[in-house]
């Protein structure tokens, strides 16, 4: 038994297109192996007081980048999106908040991934463990996804979110939670004086409703609150230091889908561009200096049906380019959050209420059901239309014979699955009206179904963190709950997913009965969300009332060490294309460029995963200043790319520089800089540089 307040150690670790669909032939295959086969301790609450006291605030940035060579990657679910490079890399924005009355602390984090897992958040509490103590733990730290589609996965505890990426990845896993923990350090050693502002505003461009028919199958009530069917609140929390900005948090609802699920280059998606172009772009920081002049994460909300492809087509919207609708989508986010700077003042005082539930088996009490009878949960299952997807977004499963609700579902699934499964009548009847195409809570350590549940207080902000993909009707639901509870206005709550653990969709029990993508991934059948808000308003209570909660638990099965790693990218042995050696440009930029051009230099290179460069870079664009070259961009940059092509032990790497309008005239070059492994497995450091090339 654990001493209140104090943290569990972690477990020991070494989508017409259909869209994200985490679904293959040889998905269902592995489940239905996993299922003949059949595949810590809960703290304690401390009563934290309500008060006005001053706040301390730190914050850090850190590199989070995985493979970029040959893993799989988290989101679409398609076997054949597979990493070749990197164009943004991947970020970990952490703040830390103190309130100086009660010494409370609460570690808020963004990371540039897909998803957030327990395995990943589990680690992360093991080294903060190992570092502060009893100074931060499951009770206080958040860690939430943005959900990019374009990241390597492999990083997941539980099976199912593994099996398309062909097994655990050790490194990216690795690089995911050093660059977490690195953050945190980071802002733990920040710490300074802080007043907090919350802004506001408007954003009807950024996203548009994938899922009309559910949204529509809502009452009137909800969908007044949303005309335009999407949720355009943009809030930011702005963090003054010194009578200077130098932090913000901005919540806005839109998938990180910009990225089509064939682009194979890593990127951190529309909310990764938002990020860089406050802080690179327009404050000029240096990732590689570690020059946190400003710190600016972009988390999700509740985008649990909304997507930035405006023209509800895979990469379409505004534009037909991928790459330019990632940008235009991540500027706008960034427009609205710098629309108004400062904000209204929020106060002081931190308290949090929290829990772990086992979602597979609650309870739901009538006044939450809405029908004035009492429900009951059901294990997870997913539904066709999990399979079938949407056409909005892109990804695997068009050659399955899955579609949504609205198109028929496939009734043959029911006949399948009750013959192979015998799934009992309780659950049938909590699933309802779901065809059950994978019963994968039936089969330890497929996915999570104990989950943790969050209500926070910032001031007069209020924060309700929990591990599903929201929709934002379910979200306003959350919400209001909350607002009645606390007193507090509906504007200053925001519902945030994908946080310290995932477990698919939350959907109103209305929207759950269209059956469209988003109802057949809700796991936990037509009243999850009635007993979420149970959860929340309990939570929400003993916040107003400052009485303790018994945190539950504890925390589902974590089988990382049980999942074979993926034998994909994996570095063997490097050589260089015959006649050449390592650091040779294979192909010489143009001698000459205008800006708006690109210039581009082929290096015989090596598995970029013999060293991810963590907190470094694989390449350089420089000009020439005097004698010296100066570096004015790097692979964090924008207008690079780091393109990776491997023919059996031979790797050749390709540099493109999209060279900005405004660039600077003069004498350039392009240099890579990688590291090789010989056959006796010892890695070292190669490097090339193309010729000189001028700028008009």
């Known amino acids: 038994m654990q001493t209140p307040g104090q943290p569990e150690n972690a477990h020991q670790h070494r989508s017409g297109i259909p869209r994200r669909t985490v679904l293959t032939s040889a998905a269902v295959a592995a489940f239905a192996a996993a299922a003949a086969g059949a595949l810590g301790n809960p703290a304690r609450a401390r009563a934290v007081p309500s008060n006005s ?43 830390i908040f103190q309130d100086t009355a009660s010494n409370t602390r609460l570690v808020h984090v963004t990371t540039e991934t897909g998803l957030m897992f327990q395995s990943t958040f589990e680690e992360v509490l093991r080294r903060l463990s190992a570092e502060f103590g009893d100074l931060y733990h499951r009770g206080n730290v958040l860690l939430s ?18 099996i398309t990426v062909t097994g655990f990845r050790p490194a990216t896993f690795e690089a995911n939670v050093a660059g977490i923990v690195e953050s945190i350090i980071m802002a733990h050693n920040d710490i300074a004086p802080a007043i907090l502002g919350l802004t506001r505003s408007s954003l009807s461009d ?88 400003i710190v600016a994460a972009f988390a999700q909300s509740n985008p649990g049906d909304i997507s930035p492809n405006l023209d509800l087509q895979p990469g379409e919207g505004p534009t037909d380019d991928e790459f330019q609708n990632t940008r235009i989508i991540g500027d ?24 772990y539930v086992d979602m597979s088996n609650v309870t739901v ?21 999990f399979a079938a997807g949407s056409q909005e977004d892109g990804g695997a499963g068009e050659d399955f014979p899955f579609n949504e609700g609205e198109r028929g579902g496939n009734p043959m699934v029911k006949a399948v699955t009750d013959q192979i499964f015998a799934i009992t009548p309780d659950i049938l009847a909590a699933q309802a009206p779901k065809e059950i195409l994978l019963p994968v809570g039936l089969v330890p350590g ?32 959350l919400r209001r709950t909350v607002s009645e509870i606390l007193g507090t206005p509906t504007d200053s ?18 929207e759950y009965d269209t059956q469209n993508y988003e109802g057949g991934s809700t796991l936990f059948g037509r009243w999850q969300l009635p007993a979420v808000t149970q959860i929340v308003a309990q939570l929400a209570t003993a916040l107003r009332d400052g009485t303790p909660v018994d945190p539950g638990g504890p925390a589902s099965d974590d089988a990382t060490a049980r999942i074979p790693v993926s034998p994909s990218g994996q570095p063997i042995v490097d050589m260089p294309p015959a006649g050449r050696a390592f650091g040779d440009v294979l192909a010489e930029p143009a001698a000459a460029y205008a800006m708006g051009q690109q210039a581009k230099a082929v ?21 020439k200043d005097g004698a010296a070259w100066k570096r004015i961009a790097d692979d964090g940059d924008w207008s690079t790319k780091l393109l990776v092509e491997q023919n059996l032990l031979v790797t050749t790497v390709t540099v493109t520089w999209d060279i900005p309008s405004g660039q600077q005239p003069g004498t350039h070059r392009i240099v890579y800089q990688g590291d090789a492994r010989d056959i006796s497995g010892r890695v070292f450091p190669i490097r090339g540089a193309s010729r000189e090339f001028e700028i008009a």
Not at 234 to 249: E, F, P, Y
Not at 493 to 510: F, R, W
Request: aromatic share 10%; net charge neutral; no cysteine.
């Open 145 to 162: 996804a943005t959900h990019t589609h374009a990241g390597p996965g492999g990083n997941s505890g539980h099976l199912l979110y593994d």
């Open 446 to 477: 497929v996915v999570q179904q104990v989950f943790p549940f969050y209500v926070v207080r910032i001031g007069t902000l209020h924060l309700v963190s929990l591990p599903f993909e929201v929709t934002i009707v379910s979200g306003l639901r």
């Open 365 to 385: 009490a009538p006044e939450f059901t809405g029908d004035g009878r009492e429900h009951k949960t059901a294990p997870a299952m997913l539904g066709a239309s």
């Open 493 to 510: 709550i925001i519902v945030q997913g994908y946080t310290n653990a995932y477990g698919h969709y939350l959907t109103t029990p209305e």
């Open 332 to 355: 706008r986010q960034y427009q609205a959050a710098r629309s108004q700077s400062g904000g209204t003042g929020i106060g002081g005082g931190i308290d949090i209420r929290w829990r």
């Open 603 to 623: 290096f015989a290179g090596a598995n970029p995963n013999n060293n991810l460069r963590r907190g470094d870079t694989y390449l350089t664009v420089e000009r």
């Open 206 to 293: 950024a996203g548009v409703n994938r899922s009309a028919p559910a949204f529509d199958n809502d009452p009137a009530i909800d969908r007044a609150a949303f005309p335009d069917r999407i949720d355009p609140q943009s809030t930011t929390l702005h963090i003054s230091r010194g009578g200077t900005v130098d932090g913000a948090i901005n919540w806005f609802a839109t998938h990180g889908t910009s990225m089509k699920a064939t682009n194979t280059i890593v990127s951190s998606d529309n909310k990764g561009y938002a990020a860089y172009r406050w802080e690179r772009e327009e404050v000029g920081i240096d990732y590689l200096a570690n020059n946190n002049s």
């Open 53 to 95: 006291g001053s706040l301390l605030v730190g914050r850090g940035i850190a590199d989070m980048t995985g493979e970029l060579l040959g893993a799989g990657m988290n989101g679409y679910g398609a076997f054949e999106q597979v990493t070749t490079g990197l164009h943004l890399r991947q970020r970990s924005r952490a703040f």
